[in-house]
């Protein structure tokens, strides 16, 4: 399993991906991130599924572009339609042999860019049978692997609107919970940014250590929003008359 995430504001664009990979009882690192292009002219690719699978449709993608002399796709919809074609290629080689292991063809791709026909930054969701998705304004992000978890603070905190600082603690958050809940997902992370008025890209990845304060301070701060929100009706029925009035000794020392 794997975490996954891209987002979208009037900023640019976030890619987010978990570095844990899972065979068994085993467990290593791999970047899940791919920067193809150069120059301004590149995009990100995040995948989730079969690793096999993954490494022989990027292999394949690199292999049009050398056929391209050094030029790069124009637009993000001709990257995108040149990484469906080699997915479905691959899929076509591989899939009835991976089935038949009882392998699932499972991969999914989110890919996002501005190239030099783009008039915006543009992100897509691509399925495993080669179709995709766009994201849009009313919801600015897309997420592939183990995306329950992290679901809940991007519908609630995060917007189109949002800016791009705060928009990388959200994504933060989202991997956070993902990671708390979900034995196989977890560190290193790595994470890109696509400033859109600059259009230009930036890319780091952290570990564990690297971001204690930020575990520690929402952890710490999450549990005193949830004391400190307005007591509900049940406190009448399910609380015994001391506890209400503890509460409410505590709710006046505050």
Same mark, same amino acid.
């Given at each position: ?62 292999? +049009? ?5 050094? *030029? ?5 919809? #001709? ?16 899939? *009835? ?20 026909? #783009? ?16 994201? +849009? *304004? ?23 609107? &949002? ?12 991997? +956070?919970? &993902? ?13 890109? &940014? ?36 307005? +007591? ?23």
């Amino acid at each position: 399993m794997t975490y996954c995430l891209g987002i979208k504001t009037r900023d640019g664009l976030i890619g987010l991906s978990d570095g844990r990979i899972t065979s068994g009882s085993q467990l290593s690192s791999a970047r899940k991130v791919t920067m193809v292009g150069s120059g301004g002219d590149r995009f990100f690719i995040l995948n989730s599924g079969l690793r096999s699978v993954r490494d022989k449709t990027l292999a394949y993608l690199r292999r +049009d572009m050398s056929r391209r002399r050094g *030029e790069t796709y124009p637009t993000m919809l #001709d990257a995108l339609s040149a990484f469906t074609a080699c997915l479905r290629q691959v899929a076509a080689e591989d899939k *009835e042999a991976l089935e038949a292991s009882k392998l699932a063809f499972n991969l999914h791709a989110i890919i996002g860019g501005q190239l030099a026909e #783009d008039r915006e930054p543009y992100m897509f969701l691509v399925y495993p049978e080669g179709n995709w998705i766009e994201v +849009d *304004e009313r919801t600015p992000y897309l997420s592939i692997g183990a995306t329950a978890y992290g679901k809940p603070i991007l519908d609630r905190a995060l917007s189109y609107n &949002t800016d791009m600082r705060t928009a990388l603690k959200i994504a933060y958050l989202s991997f +956070d919970s &993902t990671r708390f809940s979900s034995n196989d997902v977890g560190f290193p992370i790595d994470m890109v &940014t696509f400033n859109a008025q600059e259009r230009l890209w930036r890319q780091s990845n952290f570990d564990y250590d690297d971001l204690v304060e930020q575990r520690l301070w929402w952890n710490r701060n999450i549990t005193e929003l949830a004391r400190r929100m307005p +007591d509900g009706p049940w406190v009448e029925t399910l609380l015994s008359a001391d506890a209400r009035a503890a509460a409410k000794v505590e709710e006046e020392m505050v």
